[in-house]
């Protein structure tokens, strides 16, 4: 046989797919399994969650950095300064972007620091929710 009566023997051969005696039977089996499964997945995954955030939210409440330059050794005290220039930098940067946004008189630096936790946590919330719906209307 050669190259040229190869090809079309093969799309011919896999152009239809044979059917199954049992098909149906075989698609309600993987169905019903899918489902059953489905339920002890997202009460697993609910509890999982549940747990993994009541364990984050009381790390948060405990963390203490301390590094302040009087303490620590030279790498905790570069380690400080790192941190420092960064947030400076930070603010920088989002002082330039509320400039041109307009909304320079917002101070974010009387609420507390949980109170920006909770914002923060909000804003990523969303935004991956809106990512979540974005995936699932191309899906």
């Not at 969650?49 to 409440?61: D, F, R, S």
């Given at each position: 046989?050669?190259?040229d009566?190869?090809?079309?023997?093969?799309?011919?051969?896999?152009?239809?797919?044979?059917?199954?005696?049992?098909?149906?039977?075989?698609?309600?089996?993987?169905?019903?399994?899918?489902?059953?499964?489905?339920?002890?997945?997202?009460?697993?995954?609910?509890?999982?969650g549940?747990?993994?955030?009541?364990v984050?939210?009381?790390?948060?409440?405990?963390?203490?950095?301390?590094?302040?330059?009087?303490?620590?050794?030279?790498a905790?005290?570069?380690?400080?300064?790192?941190?420092?220039?960064?947030?400076?930098?930070a603010?920088?940067?989002?002082?330039?972007?509320?400039?041109?946004?307009?909304?320079?008189?917002?101070?974010?630096?009387?609420?507390?620091?949980?109170?920006l936790?909770?914002?923060?946590a909000?804003?990523?919330?969303?935004?991956?929710?809106a990512?979540?719906?974005?995936?699932s209307?191309?899906?």
């Amino acid at each position: 046989m050669s190259a040229d009566e190869f090809d079309p023997f093969i799309e011919r051969q896999f152009s239809r797919t044979p059917v199954m005696a049992d098909a149906e039977l075989f698609a309600a089996d993987i169905d019903a399994r899918l489902a059953s499964g489905s339920r002890v997945r997202t009460m697993a995954l609910a509890l999982a969650g549940l747990i993994g955030g009541v364990v984050a939210v009381q790390e948060t409440m405990s963390v203490n950095l301390n590094l302040s330059r009087d303490s620590g050794p030279v790498a905790g005290e570069a380690v400080g300064q790192g941190i420092e220039s960064l947030t400076t930098r930070a603010q920088g940067l989002a002082e330039a972007g509320l400039d041109q946004l307009g909304l320079s008189g917002v101070a974010l630096g009387s609420l507390g620091a949980m109170q920006l936790f909770w914002i923060t946590a909000g804003a990523l919330i969303a935004i991956a929710a809106a990512g979540v719906m974005k995936l699932s209307q191309e899906v």
